[in-house]
């Protein structure tokens, strides 16, 4: 079993930036990708980006290329989301996620493929 935890969220001004946090404990050897999906109220869960823990396999969805960046750091087993010119549509829950990588398809954008969450934490962007 993989637990994770996010910080980092907060409210944010159009064109500001915050960095979130997911930091996994437990069987951590276990999953080998991490993932970023967010919730808006009313609206499905969407992929963000992803990492692959090896080969620096990393995803990001359309919407926030160019402006997110995900990265990790072994030694402290934390995934960070950089974002950068954050937009009011990008409010949302944001919750990491672990699985274990594959090697074909677009897996990694489905949420049901991964098997531990965080609890989230809420990011609010302000117009």
């Known amino acids: 079993q993989v637990q994770l935890v996010e910080s980092g969220g907060g409210l944010v001004q159009a064109g500001g930036s915050l960095r979130l946090s997911c930091t996994a404990s437990?069987?951590?050897?276990?999953?080998?990708?991490m993932g970023w999906f967010r919730q808006a109220p009313g609206k499905e869960r969407e992929f963000v980006a992803a990492?692959?823990?090896?080969?620096?396999?990393?995803y990001y969805a359309d919407s926030v290329k160019g402006r997110f960046a995900i990265s990790r750091d072994g030694a402290k087993n934390t995934v960070y989301l950089q974002m950068n010119s954050l937009k009011p549509e990008d409010t949302a829950v944001y919750s990491c996620?672990?699985?274990?990588?594959?090697?074909?398809?677009?897996?990694?954008?489905?949420?049901?493929?991964?098997?531990?969450w965080g609890q989230g934490t809420q990011v609010t962007v302000s117009s």
């Open positions: 437990g069987r951590t050897f276990s999953r080998n990708f």
């Open positions: 996620a672990a699985a274990i990588q594959k090697y074909s398809g677009n897996w990694f954008l489905r949420d049901h493929e991964y098997d531990s």
């Open positions: 990492i692959g823990w090896s080969r620096g396999w990393i």
